[in-house]
């Protein structure tokens, strides 16, 4: 009796992609389970490490850059490198923009921001 593979990744579209290469003929039925496993233990590998990198970071979101550190700090992703450095850097250890540091809300009007017209707050909110 057969033992079936649980995968996450479908076979079928696995050997679709496989056989989208001219040099690549017949392909077992087995190839593309395996190549789905592998690439589900990978990129579990891949998302454990780029986490760890974010709670020692002391963020709470994973994000492109902790991912780029983690291809640039494991030797096994290597591979990634060139990809990875298309990602820009943010600038700092984990820079936010200032919307994303104070929530992505406004600042609340002092007393002593009274002297701003109705005119300018419209033109800002079009903006």
Do not use: W
């Not at 992609?17 to 395996?34: F, R, S």
């Amino acid at each position: 009796m057969k033992k079936k593979l649980d995968t996450r990744f479908p076979a079928s579209r696995i050997k679709k992609i496989m056989q989208a290469d001219e040099d690549i003929g017949k392909i077992a039925q087995a190839v593309p389970l395996l190549v789905s496993k592998s690439l589900e233990l990978f990129l579990q590998d891949l998302c454990d490490r780029t986490y760890e990198i974010t709670l020692q970071r002391g963020a709470k979101t994973v994000s492109a850059s902790h991912l780029k550190q983690c291809v640039h700090r494991y030797n096994v992703f290597d591979f990634l490198r060139e990809i990875v450095n298309k990602v820009p850097d943010m600038g700092g250890s984990d820079a936010a923009t200032g919307e994303e540091r104070n929530g992505g809300r406004r600042r609340k009007a002092h007393e002593g921001d009274e002297n701003e017209s109705d005119e300018d707050e419209v033109k800002r909110a079009r903006m």
